[in-house]
């Protein structure tokens, strides 16, 4: 079993930023690659950022591309997303998993081990 517990949301105006936090306990983290969800109410869960086990590859959605990071650092169990010039559509629950894939994978059935999410609310 892998725990993951999120911090960091909460309320930006727009065109601001947050960074969020996914803190792992449990098994050895570094057997996991890390993914970034978000989910609107009503909405499917839908794929924001995933990186590897090592770090070192990483791949967004497009939606994102180029305003969020994902990055993870293995001694400390932790996996972030820097989230810059945040919008309205930017608002919903975020949540982090975990999936022992190898490939790269967007599909939420495809992630093992989910967090219980945080709330991030982008005003216009």
């Known amino acids: 079993q892998v725990q993951l517990v999120e911090s960091g949301g909460g309320l930006v105006q727009a065109g601001g930023s947050l960074r969020l936090s996914c803190a792992a306990s449990?098994?050895?983290?570094?057997?996991?690659?890390m993914g970034w969800f978000r989910q609107v109410p009503g909405q499917e869960r839908e794929f924001v950022a995933h990186i590897d086990r090592s770090g070192s590859n990483t791949y967004y959605a497009d939606s994102v591309l180029g305003r969020f990071t994902i990055s993870r650092d293995n001694a400390k169990n932790t996996v972030l997303l820097q989230m810059n010039r945040l919008n309205f559509e930017d608002t919903a629950v975020y949540y982090c998993?975990?999936?022992?894939?190898?490939?790269?994978?967007?599909?939420?059935?495809?992630?093992?081990?989910w967090g219980q999410g945080t709330q991030v609310t982008v005003s216009s």
């Open positions: 449990g098994r050895t983290f570094s057997n996991f690659a």
């Open positions: 998993a975990a999936t022992v894939a190898y490939n790269t994978v967007v599909a939420t059935t495809s992630y093992n081990f």
